[in-house]
């Protein structure tokens, strides 16, 4: 089969989010059987990619996401205000949606042929929350969602994005999902 990595650059920043939902898009209009998300910043290691790939093909699974938090060590040379950060968000993600899944992480494997492009639209937002968003939504129609460990470099190129203002938008977005979704 045919391997390879593509890529889209853009030009303007709109948001990880809408990053996400142009390439799983994209990912859908060349027909694609997998999309593989994650972080350009070099924490996600692209080594990895085969075996998530491997694990949703061998669990018969819709998703194959990554978590830092099966493994005690996962987050091992993060300073520890962001492992703070990451654990609290973590927790109140697990409590407010009654979830367990590491759902913030943006280093994903989608089965394309079992997932309607459709249910990814209904995650609207499109900055740091869609990753939240669209995974609340996919677990809430069931698709088979899988976790796998995974060790995350701090930050190995640019600078972290997300603002006082993004982390008080997500709040206020997780308490609306929890208080108005559908399901």
């Given at each position: 089969?045919?391997?390879?990595?593509?890529?889209i650059?853009?030009k303007?920043?709109?948001?990880?989010?809408?990053?996400?939902?142009?390439?799983?898009?994209?990912?859908?209009?060349?027909?694609?059987?997998?999309?593989?998300?994650?972080?350009a910043?070099?924490?996600?290691?692209?080594?990895?990619?085969?075996?998530?790939?491997?694990?949703l093909?061998?669990?018969?699974?819709?998703?194959?996401?990554?978590?830092?938090f099966?493994?005690?060590?996962?987050?091992?040379?993060?300073?520890?205000?962001?492992?703070?950060?990451?654990?609290?968000?973590f927790?109140?993600?697990?409590?407010?949606?009654?979830?367990?899944?590491?759902?913030?992480g943006?280093?994903?494997?989608?089965?394309?042929?079992?997932i309607?492009?459709?249910?990814?639209?209904?995650?609207?937002?499109?900055?740091?929350?869609?990753?939240?968003?669209?995974?609340?939504?996919?677990q809430?129609?069931k698709?088979?969602i899988?976790?796998?460990?995974?060790?995350?470099?701090y930050?190995?190129?640019?600078?972290?994005?997300?603002?006082?203002?993004?982390?008080?938008?997500?709040?206020?977005?997780?308490?609306?999902?929890?208080l108005f979704?559908?399901?």
């Amino acid at each position: 089969k045919n391997k390879m990595a593509n890529f889209i650059f853009r030009k303007k920043r709109y948001g990880i989010g809408s990053a996400h939902k142009e390439g799983i898009s994209w990912a859908y209009k060349k027909k694609f059987e997998n999309c593989v998300t994650m972080d350009a910043d070099r924490t996600h290691n692209p080594l990895e990619i085969k075996s998530l790939v491997k694990k949703l093909r061998k669990n018969k699974a819709d998703i194959i996401i990554t978590s830092r938090f099966i493994n005690k060590n996962s987050l091992a040379d993060w300073p520890n205000y962001r492992k703070y950060i990451t654990k609290i968000r973590f927790y109140l993600v697990k409590i407010i949606l009654n979830t367990d899944l590491d759902s913030s992480g943006g280093f994903r494997c989608y089965n394309l042929k079992t997932i309607k492009e459709n249910d990814f639209k209904l995650a609207k937002n499109n900055g740091y929350f869609f990753l939240i968003e669209s995974l609340f939504y996919l677990q809430k129609l069931k698709y088979k969602i899988i976790e796998t460990p995974t060790k995350l470099k701090y930050r190995v190129s640019g600078k972290s994005k997300m603002r006082l203002i993004d982390i008080i938008s997500s709040l206020i977005n997780l308490f609306k999902l929890s208080l108005f979704n559908k399901f």
